[in-house]
């Protein structure tokens, strides 16, 4: 699966729209409800369908699955539309990525691990923006600016965390 493009097309929401914890919580379910809800259906269609048939019916499933997200956000939470603004259409586009990077292969074990790093990282980085925020009032970690560098903090701590060093080895010999 080729994730630098699923993981490049997942900064605008994951910046955008976290300002505070309900945004993040949010944009993180409602991407990771389409994203499944595309990955399922496809699933389905995959059989009876042509690779280019393919392209269109997910690209026509991507669109139908997001117009009635932001329908149904538009009739019964109209605040939190507002407050996500462009970001829940841009899932669409997640999906067609995601779509794309997966394949042939289905694996449901590798894609609900990935979609739960997206919702945990939302959550995390919308948790850090909100206290940092209003909290420490440290007003930079409201704006984009300070998204990427709660981001980038994040991920270090995650590297220094959750990952195990590799091995020194030695570049070259003198």
Do not use: D
Not at 54 to 64: D, E, M
Not at 94 to 102: G, P, S
Not at 110 to 132: K, P, S, Y
């Amino acid at each position: 699966m080729n994730r630098q493009w699923l993981t490049a097309l997942s900064l605008a929401p994951l910046l955008g729209a976290t300002q505070t914890l309900l945004n993040a919580s949010a944009i993180a379910g409602l991407s990771v409800l389409l994203i499944a809800l595309h990955h399922l259906a496809m699933g389905a269609l995959q059989r009876w369908l042509t690779a280019r048939g393919r392209v269109l019916a997910s690209v026509l499933l991507a669109a139908t699955l997001v117009t009635c997200l932001e329908l149904s956000l538009r009739a019964w939470a109209l605040p939190l539309y507002q407050a996500l603004s462009p970001y829940p259409a841009l899932i669409a586009v997640q999906c067609l990525i995601f779509e794309q990077a997966q394949g042939e292969k289905r694996r449901w074990s590798e894609t609900a691990r990935l979609l739960a790093g997206f919702a945990a990282l939302c959550i995390a980085l919308g948790i850090c923006r909100e206290v940092l925020a209003n909290w420490a009032e440290i007003r930079l970690a409201a704006l984009l600016p300070g998204a990427f560098l709660l981001l980038g903090l994040l991920l270090a701590l995650y590297n220094r965390v959750c990952l195990r060093r590799a091995p020194s080895r030695r570049q070259g010999t003198r």
